[in-house]
């Protein structure tokens, strides 16, 4: 079948298809879009949350530095109270403490601790201890439970990072987030990413207009500190329940996410906070990374979906658009294509009935030649038998001679006509064909020259050449150059090739024979000589009456085998040339 018939199926149903996955894609990408929607929602609800919740813990810090400014020696039971009644557990979860912290001179350390072991702390003490610029005190810290008495008395400003932070809240008056910290609250268990959030306490309660009157002005700080694997959770249940239920999250501390930086993951919830924590089970299908600034530093919140958000993705719609579309496609190519096929199959049918009447019909054709050709061939035969027996009796002297020559020749005819059964294992050589055909009719010494390269002859160009040679000889011998004892013939030939094509050109020339008159028709000889050349071997013949011989040339178009070369391998590159006698 013709591949050519199916196009027209083909393309429909790839327009079919197309339009199918088109429609698919579109629904796709609407659930995606709704689905992608709702985690940027999730997301803005988180961000906004952090910001918010710590800007309330700012006011807490605020409402600790006010405290402080009305009782500037406040006691210890003050501090206990006045943390009681903020009620930190209930609304501003997840607070490690918060504490107040005093700023110290060398001098005044030891004069320090005696009074805070006075005043009922007999364990205080001042830490770490040596000599540097400036000094800080951990005086109170609520609530004061194991975690948070491991670390009192401790001195900050000692620490770089929490040091960067006291320094400026000091110098902007405002509220200063640490970079990420290991508290002095843990031991070695359960260790969490920590930060500590300063507001600065300057004398006489009120905010120095510039940096260096803050600096001197500066008395303490109220902070607030925070175990992030204890506050984002709490804070998360608190405002946006459900939250790590749909998001992957994870903080980290400065503007690049790196492992070294990270603040939280929620998977620290269910591994323990080891490092470093196992990979995600699977990729989220969404994920952003968003920048904030808290308390004048930065933080990274990555977010990603987890199933039960992205399990919003309602692809039912798409699938079954998907499925529904290409068996519809399928289903009208599959009738179009049946279409084509029957008609496939009925144009074969008419093409194969047309060529089976055309192949009857040349049959018929080839049996009336081939029954006038025997026809035509017996009567030559006698022609030829008598013409060489004339011939052969006039330069015989004796009966002897005579007997000899004549079944010579008679041989010859009789292997003339062997080459009308070709043997498909043999292809002769044109030059050693034609003298082999020709032989019998050559009877006197130059009758014949032949002149040409090497070519090869087909089986089926042998057997319609010789037909060509044979009818050509007749005419001869009956009428032409060898109907005279002086009578000669040139038969010569080329090849010319070129590229994969050749064209072998053969010229029959008579010369010194009796004069030539053109015939007023063509007779069975010229048509048999038109049917091998022009029909047999699709090539062409021409024939010129001139007066001192007639003339044939054929041109025949060949399927070039073999190189130039190899068609011609004589040695010396000449052209062969024979004479008969």
Same mark, same amino acid.
């Given at each position: 079948?013709?591949?050519?018939?199916?196009?027209?199926?083909?393309?429909?149903?790839?327009?079919?298809?197309?339009?199918?996955?088109?429609?698919?894609?579109?629904?796709?990408?609407?659930?995606?879009?709704?689905? /992608? $929607?709702?985690?940027? *929602?999730? %997301?803005?609800?988180?961000? &906004?949350?952090?910001?918010?919740?710590?800007? =309330?813990?700012? +006011?807490?810090?605020?409402?600790?530095?006010?405290?402080?400014?009305?009782?500037?020696?406040?006691?210890?039971?003050?501090?206990?109270?006045?943390?009681?009644?903020?009620?930190?557990?209930?609304?501003?979860?997840?607070?490690?403490?918060?504490?107040?912290?005093?700023?110290?001179?060398?001098?005044?350390?030891?004069?320090?601790?005696?009074?805070?072991?006075?005043?009922?702390?007999?364990?205080?003490?001042?830490?770490?201890?040596?000599?540097?610029?400036?000094?800080?005190?951990?005086?109170?810290?609520?609530?004061?439970?194991?975690?948070?008495?491991?670390?009192?008395?401790?001195?900050?400003?000692?620490?770089?990072? /929490? $040091?960067?932070?006291? *320094?400026? %809240?000091?110098?902007?008056? &405002?509220?200063?987030?640490?970079?990420?910290? =290991?508290?002095? +609250?843990?031991?070695?268990?359960?260790?969490?990413?920590?930060?500590?959030?300063?507001?600065?306490?300057?004398?006489?309660?009120?905010?120095?207009?510039?940096?260096?009157?803050?600096?001197?002005?500066?008395?303490?700080?109220?902070?607030?500190?925070?175990?992030?694997?204890?506050?984002?959770?709490?804070?998360?249940?608190?405002?946006?329940?459900?939250?790590?239920?749909?998001?992957?999250?994870?903080?980290?501390?400065?503007?690049?996410?790196?492992?070294?930086?990270?603040?939280?993951?929620?998977?620290?919830?269910?591994?323990?906070?080891?490092?470093?924590?196992?990979?995600?089970?699977?990729?989220?299908?969404?994920?952003?990374?968003?920048?904030?600034?808290? %308390?004048?530093?930065?933080?990274?919140?990555?977010?990603?979906?987890?199933?039960?958000?992205?399990?919003?993705?309602?692809?039912?719609?798409?699938?079954?658009?998907?499925?529904?579309?290409?068996?519809?496609?399928?289903?009208?190519?599959?009738?179009?294509?049946?279409?084509?096929?029957?008609?496939?199959?009925?144009?074969?049918?008419?093409?194969?009935?047309?060529?089976?009447?055309?192949?009857?019909?040349?049959?018929?054709?080839?049996?009336?030649?081939?029954?006038?050709?025997?026809?035509?061939?017996?009567?030559?035969?006698?022609?030829?038998?008598?013409?060489?027996?004339?011939?052969?009796?006039?330069?015989?002297?004796?009966?002897?001679?005579?007997?000899?020559?004549?079944?010579?020749?008679?041989?010859?005819?009789?292997?003339?006509?062997?080459?009308?059964?070709?043997?498909?294992?043999?292809?002769?050589?044109?030059?050693?064909?034609?003298?082999?055909?020709?032989?019998?009719?050559?009877?006197?010494?130059?009758?014949?020259?032949?002149?040409?390269?090497?070519?090869?002859?087909?089986?089926?160009?042998?057997?319609?050449?010789?037909?060509?040679?044979?009818?050509?000889?007749?005419?001869?011998?009956?009428?032409?150059?060898?109907?005279?004892?002086?009578?000669?013939?040139?038969?010569?030939?080329?090849?010319?090739?070129?590229?994969?094509?050749?064209?072998?050109?053969?010229?029959?020339?008579?010369?010194?024979?009796?004069?030539?008159?053109?015939?007023?028709?063509?007779?069975?000889?010229?048509?048999?000589?038109?049917?091998?050349?022009?029909?047999?071997?699709?090539?062409?013949?021409?024939?010129?009456?001139?007066?001192?011989?007639?003339?044939?040339?054929?041109?025949?178009?060949?399927?070039?085998?073999?190189?130039?070369?190899?068609?011609?391998?004589?040695?010396?590159?000449?052209?062969?040339?024979?004479?008969?006698?």
């Amino acid at each position: 079948m013709r591949f050519r018939a199916y196009i027209p199926t083909l393309l429909i149903m790839l327009l079919l298809l197309g339009a199918t996955a088109v429609a698919s894609w579109l629904l796709f990408s609407d659930a995606t879009d709704k689905a /992608r $929607r709702q985690f940027e *929602e999730q %997301a803005n609800a988180f961000e &906004n949350l952090m910001i918010d919740v710590m800007r =309330s813990y700012q +006011q807490v810090l605020r409402a600790g530095v006010a405290a402080v400014n009305a009782m500037p020696a406040i006691t210890r039971e003050q501090w206990r109270f006045f943390i009681r009644d903020l009620a930190i557990d209930d609304f501003y979860p997840g607070t490690q403490g918060i504490g107040y912290v005093k700023r110290l001179r060398y001098e005044e350390i030891e004069s320090f601790v005696e009074e805070q072991r006075r005043a009922g702390r007999p364990d205080y003490r001042f830490n770490p201890e040596g000599k540097r610029d400036e000094y800080t005190a951990i005086v109170y810290l609520e609530p004061e439970n194991w975690r948070n008495t491991r670390a009192v008395g401790y001195d900050m400003f000692s620490e770089p990072r /929490r $040091r960067a932070a006291m *320094e400026r %809240a000091r110098d902007t008056g &405002n509220a200063a987030l640490s970079r990420r910290v =290991s508290l002095m +609250q843990e031991t070695g268990e359960d260790v969490q990413a920590g930060a500590l959030v300063y507001m600065p306490v300057y004398a006489d309660g009120l905010v120095p207009d510039t940096v260096e009157a803050r600096r001197r002005a500066l008395t303490g700080y109220v902070y607030g500190v925070f175990r992030m694997q204890d506050f984002i959770p709490r804070v998360i249940d608190r405002n946006l329940p459900g939250t790590l239920q749909r998001l992957h999250v994870q903080i980290y501390d400065g503007a690049k996410p790196t492992e070294a930086d990270l603040m939280f993951d929620d998977r620290m919830l269910t591994h323990g906070g080891i490092s470093p924590l196992p990979p995600l089970g699977r990729v989220p299908l969404f994920t952003d990374s968003r920048p904030i600034t808290v %308390a004048g530093t930065d933080w990274t919140i990555v977010l990603g979906s987890r199933p039960v958000l992205e399990e919003m993705v309602d692809r039912s719609k798409a699938w079954m658009a998907l499925l529904g579309g290409t068996l519809i496609s399928l289903l009208i190519a599959g009738i179009v294509g049946s279409l084509a096929y029957a008609a496939e199959r009925n144009a074969a049918a008419e093409q194969e009935l047309s060529a089976e009447v055309a192949e009857r019909k040349r049959a018929q054709e080839q049996a009336q030649l081939a029954n006038r050709e025997l026809i035509h061939r017996v009567k030559n035969i006698l022609a030829i038998v008598t013409a060489i027996a004339s011939q052969t009796a006039r330069y015989s002297p004796t009966v002897e001679s005579f007997n000899k020559a004549f079944r010579e020749r008679l041989s010859s005819l009789a292997r003339v006509h062997d080459l009308l059964r070709p043997d498909p294992a043999h292809t002769p050589d044109l030059g050693s064909f034609v003298n082999e055909i020709l032989a019998p009719y050559c009877h006197w010494q130059g009758a014949l020259v032949t002149s040409g390269p090497p070519v090869e002859v087909t089986q089926n160009e042998a057997v319609l050449l010789s037909l060509l040679f044979n009818e050509l000889a007749t005419n001869a011998t009956k009428y032409g150059a060898w109907s005279v004892p002086s009578g000669q013939v040139t038969l010569s030939w080329r090849d010319e090739i070129n590229g994969a094509e050749s064209t072998v050109y053969i010229v029959w020339q008579e010369r010194n024979g009796p004069p030539v008159l053109a015939p007023s028709a063509s007779g069975f000889g010229t048509n048999v000589m038109k049917f091998s050349i022009e029909r047999g071997l699709r090539g062409r013949i021409t024939t010129s009456f001139d007066p001192s011989g007639v003339r044939h040339e054929v041109e025949l178009p060949r399927t070039s085998g073999a190189t130039p070369a190899e068609r011609h391998p004589s040695a010396n590159g000449e052209d062969r040339q024979n004479h008969r006698n």
